[in-house]
């Protein structure tokens, strides 16, 4: 069964310019979650989606962030304008049920230069 | 919301050693609780993890306790090997149920 996967690996952008992540999450899992770690520091909470739906986006920093999951599958989180301060690791996560184990995918790096 | 304070942040031990890792939680409600390990170009992945009605959990060589009463839960690995060398990660359900709230990371180096 393929993982949770992550594209791209790195981007590196310079401020002012756009970028779109996207994540596969594990087929049938119907809450994806969107996690940004800065160096350093702690994985914080950005978003869920249960199936197409935002549940929660209360992590989410600015509405410089957009995050969709059109159907109900994979997810898109676009940063536009990206600024200094957005660098830094962005992690999704799937799982079946909220209490059950969230699977990582390996994260796309993103530095804004 | 839910705090998650996480000691120490780093940590180095011995080959055979045990490691202990500590986190302290705010929100008496929270009745998960998951370690998730991140090596290195990797995503975190799930190691263990606990729920509020029981005290204690073994996985082979790693255990995870739980005391309610003064929330705090603890990661303990003991018989360290070279390959135990990572970012572990303590987590908590926040209030709303819906997501994990993460403490900000213990790096283990286990030298041989």
């Known amino acids: 069964e393929a993982g949770v996967t992550q594209f791209p690996s790195h981007s590196v952008i310079e401020k002012g310019q756009t970028v779109t992540l996207r994540c596969d999450p594990i087929?049938?899992?119907?809450?994806l979650y969107w996690y940004r770690r800065v160096m350093g520091k702690e994985i914080k909470f950005l978003l869920h989606?249960?199936?197409?739906?935002?549940?929660?986006e209360s992590g989410m920093p600015n509405n410089r962030f957009l995050a969709e999951r059109t159907g109900g599958t994979y997810s898109t989180l676009k940063v536009q304008p990206a600024e200094l301060e957005d660098s830094g690791v962005y992690f999704c996560?799937?799982?079946?049920?909220?209490?059950?184990?969230?699977?990582f995918g390996q994260g796309t790096r993103l530095t804004v230069v | 919301g839910e705090n998650v304070e996480q000691h120490p942040s780093t940590l180095s031990v011995q080959e055979g050693d045990s490691a202990v890792i500590k986190c302290t939680y705010s929100?008496?409600?929270?009745?998960?609780f998951p370690w998730y390990k991140q090596e290195l170009g990797k995503g975190p992945q799930l190691i263990i993890d606990?729920?509020?009605?029981?005290g204690e959990k073994k996985d082979q060589r790693i255990a995870v306790t739980l005391n309610k009463t003064a929330k705090h839960f603890s990661l303990h690995i003991t018989e360290t090997q070279p390959e135990d060398s990572a970012v572990y990660f303590c987590?908590?359900?926040?209030?709303?149920?819906?997501?994990?709230?993460f403490g900000k990371g213990t790096t283990l180096s286990v030298s041989s």
């Open positions: 606990i729920r509020s009605n029981v």
């Open positions: 087929s049938g899992h119907d809450n």
């Open positions: 929100d008496s409600a929270s009745n998960y």
């Open positions: 989606f249960v199936k197409e739906s935002k549940q929660d």
């Open positions: 987590a908590a359900i926040d209030q709303a149920g819906t997501a994990l709230i």
């Open positions: 996560a799937s799982s079946q049920a909220i209490t059950s184990e969230a699977f």
